[in-house]
Each structure stands twice: as structure tokens, then as C-alpha cells.
């Protein structure tokens, strides 16, 4: 019979199980649990996962004969006990019944000898090693109230980030437990706008919200720049758009490196620009890249990739959201496989290089003599900086959308400096500046 699982939170997966004595009851018991073990791709489950105050664990599983894993039967232990583990531990990547969609890093003793019952009676002590091991202590912290998000011993992070594209990934840091963040750098307040008010970026203001420590230096560049970040001894630093260089004594303070999440599919548009120039160049798919960092430009090795389509009409704002959250999902779990060793980096390939440049207002000049289709790109890469615009006498008038109609570009929406934006067709009856230049064309 296959029972419902209990999910987290729980008060029952948090306690410690009883003892428990043999009896023909857990015969059948431990035959559902198995069955229902089985049907949700488990290795093992314990007793207060299915609600069942006892201490009374299964686990099996198929051997993987490449990896030289061998099979474990099905077992059934009831009381069972580490009476031994070895000082050896390795980290490996576990997964919960009781914790759906959660992968987290555990460190586990490669050996250990559990004293048990079976469900006859019979005492026996038994050695595992290897995998093996590792499922009999998850499922014996079960029957101690310990669940993975106990054990998990968090890498502290130092996030590096400034615009909107960065905060998802910020949070994913933020909200996962293998992740505990030490301090947000990010760069420092810009005046904007008529006023000159100093604004604070994106992940600053997401930083305060979450209340962690926020750092803003002018220069990564220095020596009191590295002994702060080295104060802080952080596993990794992730970085996300932060729009400064990392030095390369900066890239040393981390115990595992600096990581880097790109918004493309390295090598292909390397740079500060890769979601315009994707647009630009009419990609029809593009991606998010995470990488180890090095002193090049974007030349470190390559983590992991994910691969996103474009859609039609897909600008450099709409883009760049789909993105980040691709970034944010994908970060956390490529640096758990990473530190677990089940993924290894991987150099980019020579081949497929590209560079993109930062972009100035000039990038959103159209030319009207270009193809209608290189305009209509143009004009969703520039969406929503630095802008596509058009002169049309002394007036400059942004182009925020348009479509291609019979081999010509027709702008849909578009605004004249310090107006709000308008519909095409109204703005043309209001016009007296003469021709307007997508006009000139017909
Ligand atoms: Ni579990």
C-alpha cells in the first residue's frame, strides 16, 4: 500500500521516534514503506515520514555498476544505532522525500557500523560505506528529528551585484539554506534625474530589505579593499553585473573562487553588454552561463549553461527579466554540484568568441537607410537604455516600439524629449516639424 508522505514543516519530522519492538504489524508496515519509497524514486524512508511515531527505517536501491556503487537490498532496521563512523567524511548532494524540490550539501562519515533489529528480532551490527552510508545516516537523523536543513553547514557568500538583473539572484542566495550571505557589495549611489537625488541601486535597496551588511567602496583596487573582503573569509563571492573589475588578489580571498553568472552563451558576447548585442544580432536563442572567474574579461571556465528561446518582440528589458530569474534558479544548485563534485569546469571553447562593449546614447541612433528588420532589432536592444531615437530637425524623438510593415519600419510608440510617451499616429497629427524620417522613406 503506498502511504502519504509527510511533508516539511512538520512537528513529527522534528522529534525524536520511539523504540519500537518487533511484531507482525511492521512486517506489512515496512512493505508499504518500501512500496512507497519505490513509487517516489526514494533510496530509503523512515517511519515519521509517513507519520509513524517509531523507530523504523527501509532503504534500498539499484547499483550503478560504472560508478563501481554495488546494490543495496531491501533492508529494514528497526532501533537502529551508529555505534561507529569513520573520521573520513565527504560531501555529496542529498535530496528528502519530506522536503520536496530541495537539493542540499551534506557531509557524511564514509564508513560507519549501525547496531539494529531486524523485523524478526535478530540483533545484527552491520557495516556500510560509500552511498550506502550516507542514506543510513540521513534516514537515522529522521528518527533523531534531524532533517537535511539541520545538517547543512551554509558556504558564506560575499554578493557582488548593482542593477535589476542581479536582485533575483541575490535572493535566491538569500532564501536558500546552503547559502548564507556575509555582506552585499554593490556600487555606489548615482545622481540621477533633474534634482541630482543620489539613488541607491537595485540590490542595495534589496540588501536593506533583507538587512544584510552592504558595502559600496569606489575601488576594488586597493589594499584596504582586499583585507576588508579577506575579514570576512568568505567560501565564494558571487558576482552579478556588479560593473567593476575584479582584481586579481580580489578573486584570491575566496576559499573556493569568485563565481559569475552571464547573461549569454559564453564565448559568445563576452562584455557589459551581452543582452543588447543578443538582440542586436537577432539571436533566436541566447542563455545564462555560470562561470569561475579569472583576470580576463568573462574568460573564466564554465560551470553550468542554460539555454532560453527569444521570443518575437523580446526587447533587452523583457529579456534581460526572463534571465535573471534563469540565473537565479540555475546559480545556487550549479555551486553545490560544483563543491560536491558533479560537475567539473569546463574551459570555454576557442572557438565562437564575441565582445560586447558598453553602450552610450550614440548605440541608439537609427540609421533609416538600414534594413527595416536591423531597425526593428535596434530598437528593442536599446529598450530601455540608452534608447532608440530618430532626429528629426533639432527635435530628438525616442522610439520605444514599432513593427516591420511591408519592408518598412513604422514606429508604434515614441516620444519627444521631456514629453510623456504616445501613440504613433497621435503624435503625427500634433507634429509641425516636417518630415518625419520614417516617413522619408515610402
Ligand atoms: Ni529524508
Given at each position: 500500500?503506498?502511504?502519504p508522505i509527510v511533508?516539511?514543516p512538520?512537528p513529527i519530522?522534528?522529534r525524536?521516534?520511539?523504540?519500537?519492538?518487533p511484531?507482525?504489524?511492521?512486517?506489512?508496515?515496512?512493505?508499504?514503506m518500501l512500496?512507497?519509497?519505490?513509487?517516489?524514486?526514494?533510496v530509503?524512508?523512515?517511519?515519521?515520514?509517513?507519520?509513524?511515531d517509531?523507530?523504523l527505517?527501509?532503504?534500498?536501491y539499484?547499483?550503478?555498476?560504472e560508478?563501481g556503487?554495488?546494490?543495496?537490498?531491501?533492508?529494514?532496521l528497526?532501533?537502529?544505532?551508529?555505534?561507529?563512523?569513520?573520521k573520513?567524511?565527504?560531501?555529496?548532494?542529498e535530496?528528502?522525500?519530506?522536503?520536496?524540490?530541495?537539493?542540499?550539501?551534506?557531509?557524511?562519515a564514509d564508513?560507519?557500523t549501525?547496531?539494529?533489529?531486524l523485523?524478526?528480532g535478530?540483533?545484527?551490527?552491520?557495516?556500510?560505506?560509500g552511498?550506502?552510508a550516507?542514506?543510513?545516516?540521513?534516514?537515522i537523523?529522521?528518527?533523531d528529528?534531524?532533517?537535511?536543513?539541520?545538517?547543512v553547514e551554509?558556504?558564506?557568500?560575499?554578493?557582488?551585484?548593482?542593477?535589476?538583473?542581479?536582485?533575483?539572484?541575490?535572493?535566491?542566495?538569500h532564501?536558500?539554506?546552503?547559502?548564507?550571505?556575509l555582506?552585499?557589495?554593490?556600487?555606489?549611489?548615482?545622481?540621477?534625474?533633474?534634482?541630482?537625488r543620489m539613488?541607491?541601486?537595485?540590490?542595495?535597496?534589496?540588501?536593506?530589505?533583507?538587512?544584510?551588511p552592504i558595502?559600496?567602496?569606489?575601488?576594488?583596487?586597493?589594499t584596504?579593499?582586499?583585507?576588508?573582503?579577506q575579514?570576512?573569509?568568505?567560501?565564494?563571492?558571487?558576482?552579478t553585473?556588479?560593473?567593476k573589475i575584479?582584481?586579481?588578489?580580489?578573486?584570491?580571498?575566496?576559499?573556493?573562487?569568485?563565481?559569475?553568472?552571464?547573461?549569454s552563451?559564453?564565448?559568445?558576447?563576452?562584455g557589459?553588454s551581452?543582452i543588447?548585442?543578443?538582440?542586436?544580432?537577432?539571436d533566436a536563442?541566447?542563455?545564462?552561463?555560470i562561470?569561475?572567474m579569472d583576470?580576463?574579461?568573462?574568460?573564466?571556465?564554465?560551470?553550468?549553461q542554460?539555454?532560453?528561446?527569444?521570443?518575437?518582440?523580446?526587447?533587452?528589458?523583457?529579456?534581460?527579466?526572463?534571465?535573471?530569474?534563469?540565473?537565479?534558479?540555475?546559480?545556487?544548485?550549479?555551486?553545490?554540484?560544483l563543491l560536491?563534485?558533479?560537475?567539473?569546469p569546463?574551459k570555454?571553447?576557442?572557438?565562437g568568441?564575441?565582445?560586447?562593449?558598453?553602450?552610450n546614447k550614440e548605440?541608439?541612433?537609427?540609421?533609416?537607410m538600414a534594413?527595416?528588420?536591423?531597425?526593428d532589432?535596434q530598437?528593442?536592444?536599446?529598450?530601455?537604455?540608452?534608447?532608440?531615437?530618430?532626429?528629426?530637425?533639432?527635435?530628438r524623438?525616442?522610439?520605444h516600439?514599432?513593427?516591420v510593415?511591408?519592408?518598412?519600419y513604422?514606429?508604434?510608440?515614441?516620444q519627444?524629449?521631456g514629453?510623456?510617451?504616445?501613440?504613433?499616429?497621435a503624435?503625427?497629427r500634433?507634429?509641425?516639424?516636417?518630415?518625419?524620417?520614417?516617413?522619408a522613406?515610402s
Amino acid at each position: 500500500m503506498i502511504l502519504p508522505i509527510v511533508i516539511d514543516p512538520a512537528p513529527i519530522l522534528h522529534r525524536r521516534a520511539r523504540p519500537v519492538r518487533p511484531s507482525a504489524e511492521l512486517l506489512s508496515l515496512a512493505d508499504s514503506m518500501l512500496e512507497t519509497m519505490r513509487a517516489s524514486r526514494g533510496v530509503g524512508l523512515a517511519a515519521p515520514q509517513i507519520n509513524q511515531d517509531i523507530r523504523l527505517l527501509v532503504a534500498a536501491y539499484a547499483g550503478d555498476s560504472e560508478a563501481g556503487e554495488p546494490a543495496l537490498p531491501d533492508t529494514a532496521l528497526l532501533n537502529p544505532r551508529i555505534m561507529a563512523r569513520s573520521k573520513e567524511q565527504s560531501l555529496g548532494l542529498e535530496g528528502c522525500l519530506s522536503l520536496p524540490g530541495i537539493e542540499l550539501p551534506i557531509w557524511r562519515a564514509d564508513r560507519i557500523t549501525v547496531e539494529a533489529e531486524l523485523l524478526d528480532g535478530q540483533a545484527v551490527s552491520q557495516k556500510y560505506h560509500g552511498f550506502a552510508a550516507r542514506v543510513l545516516q540521513h534516514e537515522i537523523d529522521h528518527l533523531d528529528g534531524v532533517l537535511i536543513t539541520d545538517r547543512v553547514e551554509p558556504f558564506s557568500v560575499v554578493f557582488m551585484g548593482t542593477p535589476e538583473f542581479a536582485v533575483p539572484t541575490l535572493a535566491a542566495l538569500h532564501q536558500h539554506s546552503a547559502f548564507r550571505l556575509l555582506e552585499v557589495v554593490t556600487e555606489t549611489d548615482k545622481p540621477s534625474g533633474r534634482g541630482q537625488r543620489m539613488i541607491s541601486s537595485p540590490v542595495k535597496r534589496y540588501a536593506e530589505q533583507i538587512k544584510i551588511p552592504i558595502w559600496q567602496p569606489k575601488s576594488l583596487k586597493t589594499t584596504e579593499a582586499v583585507s576588508h573582503l579577506q575579514a570576512l573569509q568568505p567560501d565564494f563571492i558571487i558576482v552579478t553585473a556588479y560593473g567593476k573589475i575584479l582584481p586579481a588578489n580580489v578573486l584570491a580571498v575566496p576559499k573556493h573562487g569568485a563565481i559569475n553568472v552571464h547573461a549569454s552563451l559564453l564565448p559568445r558576447f563576452r562584455g557589459a553588454s551581452p543582452i543588447q548585442a543578443t538582440v542586436l544580432a537577432g539571436d533566436a536563442e541566447t542563455g545564462v552561463t555560470i562561470m569561475q572567474m579569472d583576470v580576463g574579461l568573462d574568460t573564466g571556465s564554465i560551470i553550468s549553461q542554460e539555454k532560453l528561446l527569444i521570443a518575437q518582440g523580446d526587447s533587452t528589458g523583457s529579456l534581460s527579466a526572463k534571465l535573471a530569474e534563469l540565473g537565479a534558479r540555475l546559480l545556487p544548485i550549479s555551486v553545490i554540484y560544483l563543491l560536491s563534485g558533479l560537475i567539473v569546469p569546463k574551459k570555454q571553447p576557442k572557438k565562437g568568441v564575441t565582445e560586447t562593449h558598453r553602450l552610450n546614447k550614440e548605440d541608439g541612433r537609427i540609421d533609416w537607410m538600414a534594413p527595416a528588420e536591423q531597425i526593428d532589432r535596434q530598437v528593442r536592444a536599446m529598450n530601455p537604455w540608452p534608447g532608440a531615437w530618430a532626429e528629426a530637425g533639432a527635435e530628438r524623438i525616442l522610439i520605444h516600439s514599432g513593427l516591420v510593415k511591408d519592408g518598412r519600419y513604422v514606429p508604434t510608440v515614441v516620444q519627444l524629449a521631456g514629453r510623456n510617451p504616445a501613440d504613433r499616429r497621435a503624435f503625427e497629427r500634433g507634429w509641425r516639424g516636417g518630415t518625419l524620417p520614417w516617413a522619408a522613406k515610402s
